[in-house]
Nanobody
């Protein structure tokens, strides 16, 4: 059974930090790119960052560059998203998702992803 399980969300003040984790199982981790998306009610799901598990290539949406860092621990089939200097407008449900690794550079398109986690809520207070 394929599973992506997110954790690490919570309530943080503006300027604070959180680290999200995504543990993957049920598929060959090295064959996939793992991305983080976020979504607020009434808005489309937004691609935040992506990492290719096989070569470590990373991608970020412009608004988080310099503040967020994505990494992976292939031995644990886990991807992390370190989020620093968080802003209230980044309050959202954060999802991790897996797509075949050749899609990594096109990470922002949700339709490319085969598997999704259940999401973790991140709330940034002002």
């Amino acid at each position: 059974e394929v599973q992506l399980v997110e954790s690490g969300g919570g309530l943080v003040q503006a300027g604070g930090s959180l680290r999200l984790s995504c543990v993957a199982s049920g598929f060959t981790f090295d064959d996939y790119a793992i991305a983080w998306f976020r979504q607020t009610p009434g808005k489309e799901r937004e691609g935040v960052s992506c990492i290719s598990s096989s070569d470590g290539g990373t991608y970020y949406t412009d608004s988080v560059k310099g503040r967020f860092a994505i990494s992976s621990d292939n031995a644990k089939n886990t991807v992390y998203l370190q989020m620093n200097s968080l802003k209230p407008e980044e309050t959202a449900v954060y999802y991790c998702a897996a797509a075949p690794k050749y899609y990594a550079s096109s990470y922002s398109f949700p339709e490319l992803y085969d598997y999704w986690g259940q999401g973790t809520q991140v709330t940034v207070s002002s």
